[in-house]
């Protein structure tokens, strides 16, 4: 109740300005149906997440709740989530309430939010919006040369659903300072930062050196260790970028031990090629930065306007008594033929974490126009591996008709016989279809079997659930 007192007293002072603007936006999704892997009959669950943003000259201002709705008492709430304000003004930003903050690239802090994600976790089987914020403030100064910044507040956790206590889904505090300095086109900054939960208070120190050394390379380094603290760790991470007409190279290398910070709310780069293909996305290494060493390449070349090769090797070594290393090869070329796009990839990989050995994927997404509005996308992705002396296969086929950017309509089939997620030869099937009603409004229906398994979206995985049922999602902006 605080947070909607607070945002209507500061709409009231400047509402008459001709300047100001309201806005919001909503994400409510209802659904019936079960979970196959829980014990339940089918239910009806409706979730909802509302944002109202502000805006006055230098001002901003933003609150949000959202909701969950189910015949079980025990996962039920209505939780007024977040209302922040931001100020800049001649170099100058100050923060108050909720605020994203990243520190080092993720090394230190990392908070986000994964649009459209709402997850829910199986043993609390609460929907909440998968996002991470920080409650307290913050205030920056930024320069030609120099900034300075200095930040206070309580990271959640979202691991915890809203269904629990404030302390417990906040009981990370931090109070972080950070400068940087610019000089000969090269950025030199400094941080440190001190935690403290029920479990203890630790101290972090992280220095960053980045920039250009000519015009077709840059680079980046960071160095983080705890200091004063009796569980004794560091991170090391480091990228070099080239580019030059029609080629594209990368490197980065990480080396991380006994770095996660209080709750995980730090994230350091993961040095893992990020992949929309469904089998590839699901297999995403998860970075461990308790124990992390490895590399990453990657290279672009242009053959043509129309067509882009892409490279990328990776390899990560976990040291848990003996070492185990996961490495990847994948190529992929995308072109586009008489306005027909086309993409295909091919990626080899070991992954002794998971126990799969020998992983083939490969895969093509075709999208073919035809007609003036109309078009049809299809995909098709096969994926193999070893696992106990035992052959595993996943298969992947969706067809998707769109009709004018407004209209899609798609169905999607998965095959597996995995034995980490069926005893027996498992189908999923399903339809969806997804209408723009307007420039403001969407509608998602979903209908059938979803499966579920690891989701990887902008550089953070989560758990989706399976789900058999019907579903409906309904975007607005207003």
Not at 246 to 255: Q, R
Request: with cysteine; net charge neutral.
């Amino acid at each position: 109740m605080r947070y909607v007192l607070i945002f209507i007293a500061v709409i009231t002072l400047s509402f008459n300005q001709a300047e100001a603007q309201v806005s919001g936006t909503s994400l409510m999704e209802y659904q019936y149906g079960e979970l196959p892997t829980a014990n339940e009959d089918p239910f009806n669950a409706l979730y909802n997440k509302i944002n109202i943003n502000y805006r006055y000259q230098k001002l901003k201002v933003n609150a949000g709740f959202q909701y969950y709705l189910t015949p079980y008492s025990d996962r039920n709430y209505i939780e007024p989530g977040w209302m922040g304000l931001n100020y800049r003004s001649k170099g100058w930003e100050f923060k108050a309430g909720n605020f994203n903050e990243t520190i080092g690239r993720g090394i230190l802090l990392r908070s986000y939010e994964i649009q459209g994600a709402v997850i829910e976790d199986i043993s609390f089987r609460s929907k909440q919006y998968f996002y991470r914020d920080i409650m307290g403030a913050s205030a920056g100064y930024r320069h030609k040369k120099y900034a300075i910044k200095a930040s206070y507040g309580f990271v959640l956790n979202n691991l915890i659903p809203p269904t629990d206590s404030w302390q417990n889904r906040r009981d990370d505090e931090i109070a972080a300072l950070s400068a940087e300095y610019k000089l000969l086109k090269q950025t030199i900054s400094g941080t440190y930062m001190r935690l403290s939960n029920k479990a203890a208070t630790s101290d972090y120190a992280m220095t960053t050196l980045n920039g250009r050394l000519f015009s077709f390379l840059n680079y980046y380094t960071a160095y983080a260790t705890t200091v004063n603290s009796q569980s004794k760790g560091y991170a090391l991470y480091a990228s070099l970028n080239f580019s030059l007409g029609k080629i594209g190279l990368s490197a980065e290398m990480k080396n991380y031990d006994n770095f996660v910070i209080g709750s995980g709310i730090n994230e350091p780069p993961a040095l893992v090629k990020e992949h929309s293909y469904r089998v590839l996305n699901r297999s995403t290494h998860v970075l461990q930065p308790d124990n992390e060493t490895g590399f990453q390449l990657e290279a672009f070349y242009q053959a043509s306007d129309k067509t882009l090769i892409t490279l990328n090797h990776t390899v990560a070594n976990n040291d848990i008594g003996k070492t185990l290393t996961y490495s990847e090869w994948f190529a992929e070329v995308s072109s586009t033929i008489n306005s027909t796009d086309a993409k295909l990839f091919i990626d080899y990989a070991n992954d002794p974490l998971k126990g799969e050995m020998d992983r083939i994927s490969a895969g093509t997404n075709i999208d073919v126009p035809f007609k003036t509005k109309q078009g049809v996308l299809i995909e098709l992705e096969y994926q193999t591996f070893d696992r106990s002396d035992k052959s595993n296969q996943n298969y992947v086929g969706a067809l998707t008709f769109r009709y004018d950017s407004r209209l899609f309509i798609g169905t999607l089939s998965e095959w597996s016989n995995d034995n980490f997620v069926t005893e027996t030869d498992k189908l999923w099937l399903s339809g969806t279809l997804r209408y723009k009603l307007d420039q403001k409004h969407t509608i998602q229906l979903f209908a059938g079997e979803r499966r579920g398994g690891p989701a990887c979206s902008a550089g953070v995985c989560y758990e989706v659930l399976d789900f058999k049922g019907v579903e409906l999602r309904w975007n607005a902006r207003f």
